[in-house]
């Protein structure tokens, strides 16, 4: 299971690392969004749609990323950077007061029409998101998504070597406090990295970061409580409909919603900020 799950994770990121550093603006565009039909697909079978359904509401998914790529390469319409950031401001604000809030008092929605405009929010935002933080520059946009690789893997091997105090059972049984302290140690080693090593060796992606070195640990501090948040949100949906992995596509990690849950609230936050 192991070898399995390492060579799915190696041809996935050299497949991803070559999109990212040489497909064209709008070749890249496409690629991230063939990844979305998938997790689209998964996210409308967590939700309990029959099989038409699920189809539909991956043409939805798709429709709503089409436009936005199609109204951002038209001539400049009035609005149009406006609605952007309003969007990433709607998904910011669902990752970081509606999701807590709703993990809290466990609830999740459970209207059909409600679970998917909470898809919507999830996955368009974080493929709009890939698509205009990589115009600003791939080393950018991979330092960024690393946040949430770097916080997932620190917390999963703190957790199963110092793991005590379980995080939140009912949802995740597997995730500590400890591994989150973990976590959270691994992620400020990165800021201050980011902070020195690469101000000398890569200036043009530190002068894009727009903080100084106590901002940079601050802000990637709240993108990894983010991204925890995301993989949580996600937990409580597979646990409620029943399954483990929100799909089996990927051998060895189950679906792309398990691949990008914590991206899913990291990049809209991101976007945010560096977009605004």
Known sequence: MLK?????????LVLFLAALFWFSPRAWAGFVGVLLIPAAWEWAK??????MACGLYVVLVAAACASLFGWGRGNSPIG????????????????????PLWLWRSWLPRSRWLAGLTGLVVLVPTWLALVELRGLGPALLLL?????????????????RFGRHKLAPSISPGKTWEG???ALLAVGAYAVLWSFAWQAYFPQVFMSTRFGA??????????????????????AMKRRAGVKDSGALLPGHGGVLDRIDALTAVLPLAALVYLR
């Open 144 to 160: 960024l998504m690393s946040v949430a690789w770097i916080s997932d893997t620190a917390a999963y091997f703190a957790g199963r």
């Open 80 to 99: 149009q950077h406006e609605a952007h950031i309003a969007l990433y401001l709607i998904a910011s604000l669902f990752w970081v007061i509606v999701v």
């Open 46 to 51: 967590l939700i309990k749609l029959g099989r």
């Open 4 to 12: 399995t799950r390492v060579i799915t994770a190696l041809v996935l």
């Open 180 to 182: 989150i302290g973990g």
């Open 214 to 235: 106590f901002g940079i640990l601050l802000f990637l501090w709240l993108l990894a409580a983010m991204g925890i948040y995301g993989d949580l949100f996600e937990s």
